[in-house]
Every structure is written in structure tokens, then in C-alpha cells.
T-cell receptor, first 120, second 112 residues
Framework: DVKVTQSSRYLVKRTGEKVFLECVQD?????MFWYRQDPGLGLRLIYF???????EKGDIPEGYSVSREKKERFSLILESASTNQTSMYLC???????????????????FGAGSRLTVL | DAKTTQPNSMESNEEEPVHLPCNHS???????IHWYRQLPSQGPEYVIH???SNVNNRMASLAIAEDRKSSTLILHRATLRDAAVYYC?????????????FGKGTLLTVNP
């Protein structure tokens, strides 16, 4: 019954390494998201994709990039990992299209289990 | 963006009802009210959502005040598995409305 799968639950990387976090959904959803979650800060949106090859910056995109070459897969890339990127990363997907740059409908999110990244 | 206010924590006993409050006094007319919960070491999971009318599903009930400035998530019989952080969020009606803002939520403790 798994719907949003994040490739790694735990990763340990070194400062300066390039890091790929992969997310796959099997619900044929148009929209996919990457959040990070830190104690006391809640969930913060990094990037959002509403279609293949389309992306929008979230609230904290600095230091991150994303790739969406196929509808079911959304990758988060840390070009040069830093210690302040140590965090829990959450991928989510949602159905519903954009019209005029705005979502229509309730747009419930389905989250993956999360990837805990430690950068040393 | 409209914000929500929730108590930091609440406590309940197993098999008793739980009422989790949420204030959203700046809600706009077309904002959806969503509730998610996050179990330990898991990603958030959807619980319920509503717009104006009260809603029921297999997990919970959502009671929305007539003026929509507050809502209450009702777990009819709490179980140990319901111990989680519960988030009340609003899906904004304008602008970049895919930017759902998750606050700190309410940590629910369920006592056996």
C-alpha cells in the first residue's frame, strides 16, 4: 500500500558532497513537494513541482535544486552539502491541477516516511 | 497567509474522546481547513479536511465553527496509536496557494 517512497531513510554525508534524495509516487499525482523539518521550525517548503520539468521555489530553496524528468519521480539535490542542511527531508505528492497559477480543490498531500540526512 | 493557533500539547486517556482545537481567525472565505498528524518517526498523514460544514470520516470528525474562525478535530475514542503531533493548516485561496504552512502543531499524549 506504499504510495510515496523515499529512497533512503537515513543518510550520512560529508560537507561538500553532492547529495541526491529520491522520491517516487505511484498515484499518478501531478504535484510533488520537498519539505524539510527541523525541531521548533515545523515543516518548510523547499520546492514544488506541478508538472514534469516544471518547478517553483518554496520558502527556503537556497542551497537546493530539484529535478522532475518523469511524473512519478521528484529528486532533491544538494549541490554541496553543508552542516546546516542536516535535517529530516519529507517528500509529498498531491492531485489537482493548476489554473491561473493557483490550485483548485482541496489538494490533500500524501507524504513519504522521510529521509534523515546528517552532514558531517 | 492565514495562520493557525493550536495548543502546544494535550493529554488524553485511552478510549476517551479527544477534542483538539484550532483557531484561525484570519481565515478567508475559500480557505480549506486541513488536519494532518505525524506519528513518531513518520511523515505526516492526512486526517480530514473541510470548508464550511462538519465532516466525518473513519479516522475523525471535524467540527467547524459557524464563523469559521475556529475548528475542532474530534477523535471519538483515543487509542495509543493516536499519540502524535496534530497539525491544523489552511489551504489559502489566493497567491501561491500550494505553499501550505505547517506550524508546530499539538503534541497529543494518550495514557493507557
Amino acid at each position: 500500500d506504499v504510495k510515496v517512497t523515499q529512497s533512503s531513510r537515513y543518510l550520512v554525508k560529508r560537507t561538500g558532497e553532492k547529495v541526491f534524495l529520491e522520491c517516487v509516487q505511484d498515484m499518478d499525482h501531478e504535484n510533488m513537494f520537498w519539505y524539510r523539518q527541523d525541531p521548533g521550525l515545523g515543516l518548510r517548503l523547499i520546492y514544488f513541482s506541478y508538472d514534469v520539468k516544471m518547478k517553483e521555489k518554496g520558502d527556503i530553496p537556497e542551497g537546493y535544486s530539484v529535478s522532475r524528468e518523469k511524473k512519478e519521480r521528484f529528486s532533491l539535490i544538494l549541490e554541496s552539502a553543508s552542516t546546516n542542511q542536516t535535517s529530516m527531508y519529507l517528500c509529498a505528492s498531491a492531485s489537482g491541477g493548476l489554473a491561473g497559477g493557483r490550485w483548485r480543490g482541496a489538494n490533500v498531500l500524501t507524504f513519504g516516511a522521510g529521509s534523515r540526512l546528517t552532514v558531517l | 497567509d492565514a495562520k493557525t493557533t493550536q495548543p502546544n500539547s494535550m493529554e488524553s486517556n485511552e478510549e476517551e474522546p479527544v477534542h483538539l482545537p484550532c483557531n484561525h481567525s484570519t481565515i478567508s472565505g475559500t480557505d480549506y481547513i486541513h488536519w494532518y498528524r505525524q506519528l513518531p518517526s513518520q511523515g505526516p498523514e492526512y486526517v480530514i479536511h473541510g470548508l464550511t460544514s462538519n465532516v466525518n470520516n473513519r479516522m475523525a470528525s471535524l467540527a467547524i465553527a459557524e464563523d469559521r474562525k475556529s475548528s475542532t478535530l474530534i477523535l471519538h475514542r483515543a487509542t495509543l496509536r493516536d499519540a502524535a503531533v496534530y497539525y491544523c493548516i489552511l489551504r489559502p485561496s489566493g497567491g501561491s496557494n500550494y505553499k501550505l504552512t505547517f506550524g508546530k502543531g499539538t503534541l497529543l499524549t494518550v495514557n493507557p
